[in-house]
């Protein structure tokens, strides 16, 4: 599978293999891949804050869905308007294909009312074809701006949530972070940052680019002391 590249600074390449498979997504992972499998529509809505592991969690998915012997495809939201156009083209949609559609109010927040029919054909198509559709969103259901024939598709999906890791792993994530952006950390800097960083992604994720600017890049070599700075 192809990485997929993020719109960060420093630019991060994201692979579904570096994905930590924590308590608070693990769940969430195995029931999108159930409700995937089964012989019937299914649709999945996903809320979660910005930096909080919506994409990674769509690669991931999409991997473990590919060995499962399922066809899934991820379209980012700001690209489903030309998808949607070129929908009823393409080959074959069944009981097999999977569509994630990552950070969807990309999608709504760019499209005109008038647009929402398109949204409605979309899953309509992939209802009468027993395919899966499953969306993620930096915002909540209650707050998109769409009218009550989106939101009337899009209810039964639920909200089921990404949740926060424990604090046994996060030395394992800050660790894959690190590594993402060309950050070597041995275990005793794991155990000296992991006493002192918060405990969640976005602001370790926050720390680790500070930490790479003030460093210079030079995150081979990294002391104790430009650890601290950096905090």
Do not use: W
Not at 100 to 124: C, K, M, P, T, W
Not at 125 to 145: G, M, N, Q, V, W
Not at 198 to 215: A, F, G, H, N, Q
């Amino acid at each position: 599978m192809n990485q997929l590249e993020l719109k960060l600074h420093p630019k991060l390449s994201y692979s579904p293999e570096s994905f930590v498979v924590h308590s608070g997504v693990r769940d969430l992972l195995s029931f999108a891949i159930s409700e995937a499998r089964a012989d019937r529509f299914s649709i999945l809505f996903i809320p979660a804050p910005s930096r909080c592991g919506k994409t990674h969690f769509s690669l991931r998915l999409a991997l473990d869905l590919s060995s499962e012997g399922l066809s899934p495809v991820i379209i980012a939201g700001e690209r489903l308007t030309a998808e949607v156009a070129q929908l009823d083209y393409r080959a074959t949609v069944d009981h097999t294909s999977v569509f994630i559609v990552d950070n969807v109010q990309d999608y709504f927040l760019a499209s005109e009312r008038e647009d929402y029919g398109a949204f409605v054909h979309f899953v309509e198509y992939l209802r009468l074809r027993k395919a899966t559709a499953i969306f993620t969103s930096s915002l909540e259901l209650d707050d998109l701006p769409v009218d009550g024939h989106v939101r009337s598709r899009l209810i039964p999906g639920g909200s089921p949530r990404l949740g926060v890791p424990s604090e046994s792993e996060m030395m394992t994530i800050l660790k894959v972070m690190a590594k993402q952006r060309g950050i070597v950390l041995r275990e005793k800097k794991l155990h000296y940052l992991a006493r002192r960083l918060p405990r969640d992604i976005p602001s370790l994720e926050r720390y680790l680019d500070r930490l790479l600017y003030i460093s210079d890049g030079r995150g081979k070599a990294l002391r104790y002391s430009l650890l601290g700075d950096a905090l």
